[in-house]
Every structure is written in C-alpha cells, then in structure tokens.
C-alpha cells in the first residue's frame, strides 16, 4: 500500500459542534487554506434544517463564495430529499445522506426511525436522481456505538447495509464511529466483514471520533481491514451536537504526520495543513484535539525526518 485517501470534514463536522456562528468569510478561508494543503476531496457543509444545526445557515452563500473548484470534490451533508435539492440547487454533486444504525440516534438526530430515513433515501434517488448524476456517499452514523443504545450489535448494521446497498450499486459508504468509543478490534471486524459481503457493490471507508483516544488505532484496523479512504477534521474538531458525549474526529494532522512517517503518500502538505489548522483552532468555541499540533513544529519534522531516515 502506497497510498491512502484522507476526506477532510472540517468544515462540516468540525464547525457543526461550534455553538457561536462562523462568518461566511471565514468558513470559505479555511476550506481555501485546506485546498492550498493539498486536501482533494472535502465536506464544505451540509444542507439541514437551520433550526437543527444553525452553524450551516448560510450553506448557499458558502458555496456561491467559493466558485467553482477545479480537482477538488467538494461534498455536502443532507438529511433528507429536502436537502439534496438544495445542496444540487447550490452546484453540489457529491452528497453524503446520513442514516444512523441505531434507531434511538437516528431519532435524535433526523427525528424518524432508521427505516424511514432508508426510505428517504429511496425516495431522494428516484425523485431528484434517476439519472445518477448525484456522487452519492452514506455516512452510516453509529455503526459501532451508539450514545443512547450503547454498543451496536454487527449483524444488525451488516442487515441495514444489506438494505441500504439494495437501493443501488455503486454507493460509497462510511462506516462512521460517531460517539468514539469504538475499539479496534471492533472496526477491523465489522469493516471486513461489511467488504467481504457488500465490497462488489459498494465501497467502504472510515469515519471517525476520537473520544477513547483509539482514533488513529481504528484508523489503523481500518487498513488491516481493506479500508482505503478515511475521513479527517483539520484541528480534530468535531462532533455531533446530537451525540452527547462525543469528541472531535481524528484529526487530520494526525493521520497526515503518522502517514509521512511510515512513507505512506497522502498527497497533502503538513506544514500548509498546520496552518490552515490554525485558522479552525483560533475558532471562537472550537475544541481541538490534535496530537500533532502539541508537537512544536521544528521538532515535527525533524523527527519525522530522522526517524524515517533511520528505519529506511
Ligand atoms: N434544509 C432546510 N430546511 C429543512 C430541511 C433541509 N434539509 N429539511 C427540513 N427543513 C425544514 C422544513 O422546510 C420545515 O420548515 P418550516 O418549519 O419552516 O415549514 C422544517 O424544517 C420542519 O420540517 P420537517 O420535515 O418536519 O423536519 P423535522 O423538524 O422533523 O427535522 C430534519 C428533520 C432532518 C430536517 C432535522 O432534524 C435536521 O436537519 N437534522 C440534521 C441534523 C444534523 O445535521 N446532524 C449532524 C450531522 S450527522
Ligand atoms: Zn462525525
């Protein structure tokens, strides 16, 4: 393996957890800072409802800002069908559709029970998409842990996948570990056993919190699994105000220096992303939970680079 793909979703699962709102301004700065490190796919917000998550209000604006951005796949969160005409309304192709695997959170978060939201889905397919234009991603929130029914059981989720793939072929889907709290073992189990079973019609990456502190563990048991693509919020920012007692995502620094330093590329520059992290910690109301960044930067590299040098 050479290679791995980080998706970074600061700007939507890092500003969402932010009580006081972020100016327009200052969101398109920091996605323009996280395109200037090399970051090529991204989730730039999302489309719900601005009673539930006033922090993406202005999602329109956002985009309008931004303009057109050449080799860079901006993504947008929605909901429901409501929020994908909005977010292909706006210009935004590549959609990620939240559906929770438990039910308590799927309650808590888009207020109706998991099959409903599958059938949302559905319906969001063939009334806005039949002709496949949408990149469609599922973000399977609580595929490991749920904050309200605790430890999820894996033939139920590998059942709600089994419903979710039936829909089309060709779907990306993020295992998401929202609260955390999810072991290693857990994520290497449930991420094999959802590629050996759906990996012909659909494809499976990692989403995760780093709540227990097993973020870059997971990450880790994610690639023993197959798993190629993880996701990653800039500062380790993040959480779902719908969760209680989650922390921020992996943070992207993290990934980016363990990555380096085992010679895996990622195509991302890690001093350009420290500084666009420096915008998202300087954040009124952020939580940073870095690792790397508590590393003074001098001895980042140096390390890094001696390390590697004596290993090679
Ligand atoms: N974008 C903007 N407004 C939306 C919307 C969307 N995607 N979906 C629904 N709404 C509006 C409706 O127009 C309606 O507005 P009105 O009161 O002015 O008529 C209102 O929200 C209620 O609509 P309803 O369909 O009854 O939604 P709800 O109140 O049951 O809420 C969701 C359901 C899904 C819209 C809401 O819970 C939500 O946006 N959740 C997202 C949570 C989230 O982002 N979590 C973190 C990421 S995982
Ligand atoms: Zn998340």
Same mark, same amino acid.
């Given at each position: ?5 980080? &998706?970074?979703?600061? =700007? ?5 957890? *932010? ?25 730039? +917000?999302? #489309? ?21 951005? =050449? ?24 959609i990620?559709f ?36 949408m990149k469609l991603r ?20 590998? +059942?709600? $996948? ?9 779907f ?11 072991? =290693? ?9 959802? $590629? ?7 494809? #499976?990456? #990692? ?19 197959? $798993? ?5 919020? &800039?500062?380790?920012? +993040? ?10 995502? $992996? ?12 010679? *895996? ?11 666009? +992290?420096?915008?998202? &910690? ?18 980042? #590299? ?8 004596? &290993?090679?």
């Amino acid at each position: 393996m050479d290679r791995i793909e980080i &998706v970074e979703v600061g =700007p939507r699962d890092g500003l969402q957890n *932010i009580p006081q709102f972020v100016p327009t301004d200052t969101k398109v700065a920091l996605i323009r800072a996280l395109i200037a490190a090399g970051i090529k796919r991204m989730e730039i +917000g999302s #489309f719900v409802s601005p009673k539930a998550i006033p922090q993406m209000r202005d999602m329109e604006d956002v985009v309008a800002r931004l303009g057109s951005l =050449p080799g860079v796949r901006g993504m947008a969160l929605v909901p429901n069908a409501q929020g994908a005409k909005r977010a292909l309304g706006a210009g935004v192709t590549d959609i990620e559709f939240v559906i929770s695997m438990s039910d308590a959170h799927n309650m808590s978060n888009v207020r109706r029970p998991t099959r409903a939201s599958i059938d949302d889905l559905a319906a969001t397919l063939a009334e806005i998409d039949p002709g496949r234009h949408m990149k469609l991603r599922i973000g399977l929130a609580t595929s490991f842990h749920c904050p309200f029914a605790g430890t999820m059981d894996e033939n139920h989720v590998l +059942g709600t $996948i089994e419903r979710i793939v039936a829909l089309r072929e060709g779907f990306e889907l993020a295992l998401s570990d929202t609260t955390g709290m999810a072991l =290693p073992t857990h994520v290497k189990s449930l991420a094999s056993k959802a $590629i050996k079973t759906f990996g012909r019609q659909a494809t #499976f990456t #990692f989403h995760g919190h780093d709540t227990a502190g097993f973020g870059i563990a997971n990450v880790l048991a994610g690639i023993d699994a197959g $798993i190629r693509s993880f996701d990653g919020s &800039v500062g380790g920012l +993040g959480g779902c105000p719908f969760a209680p007692g989650a922390t921020g995502n $992996i943070a992207t620094e993290d990934m980016v220096y363990l990555f380096q330093r085992m010679g *895996i590329d990622t195509g991302i520059d890690l001093p350009k992303l420290l500084d666009a +992290g420096d915008i998202a &910690v300087a954040l009124p109301g952020a939580v940073t939970g870095s690792h790397a960044r508590r590393i003074p930067r001098d001895r980042l #590299f140096d390390h890094g680079a001696a390390y590697t040098a004596r &290993v090679a």
